[in-house]
């Protein structure tokens, strides 16, 4: 199992913006397309974004489309979820994931490496 670090979670107003990012320890992510996951408390873990190992692919979930940007550098070896108008129910802990193909899929199921995820709260 790959290990992947998130981080940028924070506590931020309505309308607010945020930049998690996605790391890789000890491997590249340059082979592995990437989502972005959340989970609120009380609710099921849903897909939130993802995109292609090479980042020409992306994909949204409705509830974000036009306020969430998937990015990467493999450069920098990083995955990016940018998140502007934050909105309270957008409040949960987010994670990345990572799967060994180039296709990117916002299924839960189809992803074996995780990492801890970090918590957004956005609350006035």
């Known amino acids: 199992q790959l290990h992947l670090v998130e981080s940028g979670g924070d506590l931020v107003q309505p309308g607010g913006s945020l930049r998690l990012s996605c790391t890789a320890a000890?491997?590249?992510?340059?082979?592995?397309?990437i989502g972005w996951f959340r989970q609120a408390p009380g609710k099921e873990r849903e897909g939130v974004s993802c995109?292609?190992?090479?980042?020409?692919?992306?994909n949204y979930a409705d509830s974000v489309k036009g306020r969430f940007t998937i990015s990467r550098d493999n450069a920098k070896n990083a995955v990016y979820l940018q998140m502007n108008s934050l909105k309270p129910e957008d409040t949960a802990v987010y994670y990345c994931?990572?799967?060994?193909?180039?296709?990117?899929?916002?299924?839960?199921?189809?992803?074996?490496?995780w990492g801890q995820g970090t918590p957004v709260t956005v609350s006035s």
């Open positions: 994931a990572a799967r060994h193909t180039s296709f990117p899929s916002r299924n839960l199921y189809e992803y074996a490496s």
């Open positions: 000890g491997f590249t992510l340059n082979n592995y397309a």
């Open positions: 995109i292609s190992s090479r980042g020409g692919s992306t």
